[in-house]
């Protein structure tokens, strides 16, 4: 028996999930880190300056959570408005810190990947998760046939 046939079986969905997570825990601790200075040396107090990248990569965050979860209509628009409008003010300070910080073209490119990142990472986890969902689901409606069968059903009903 090898190592491997003793793990439990893992979906892509829940792999990914692991990997957005550290991904998206590695790049907030960057952005972190460039936002509270920026905010620290833009005035705001040194015991308040670690709130600023919590509050703008938080709404990244939780809009991102939204914005793929919510049904259509309003409430889904509003969340994509915020995901957007946090990811715009988090690629703003870092970029802005980069530049306070002397950097050039590069270090303003390098700045801004941590918060694009962190919302693509979010945003692949859970776009996987709903595709693994709906194929359990479909298979589940159709037992006995694989996934590519019914999806081969559905594209031909279609």
């Known amino acids: 028996m090898t190592i491997l046939s003793r793990l439990p079986e893992v979906t892509p969905a829940q792999a990914t999930a692991v990997g957005a997570v550290a991904v998206t825990a590695l790049a907030s601790w960057m952005s972190f880190t460039a936002l ?3 905010a620290a040396n833009s005035g705001i107090a040194d015991n308040q300056s670690a709130a600023f990248p919590l509050i703008v990569d938080g709404l990244t965050i ?9 049904s259509k209509g ?12 946090g990811t715009a003010v988090s690629v703003a300070g870092n970029s802005a810190h980069a530049v306070t910080n002397g950097g050039g073209p590069i270090a303003v490119a390098i700045s801004v990947i941590p918060p694009l990142v962190q919302l693509a990472s979010i945003h692949l986890a859970i776009t996987l998760a709903h595709e693994e969902s709906r194929r359990t689901t479909i298979t589940a409606g159709a037992p006995g046939l694989l996934p590519e069968e019914v999806g081969g059903e559905l594209l031909a009903a279609a």
């Open 74 to 85: 309003w409430p889904r628009a509003y969340a994509w408005i915020l995901l957007v409008l």
């Open 62 to 70: 939780v809009s991102t959570i939204a914005a793929a979860t919510l």
């Open 36 to 38: 509270s200075d920026l």
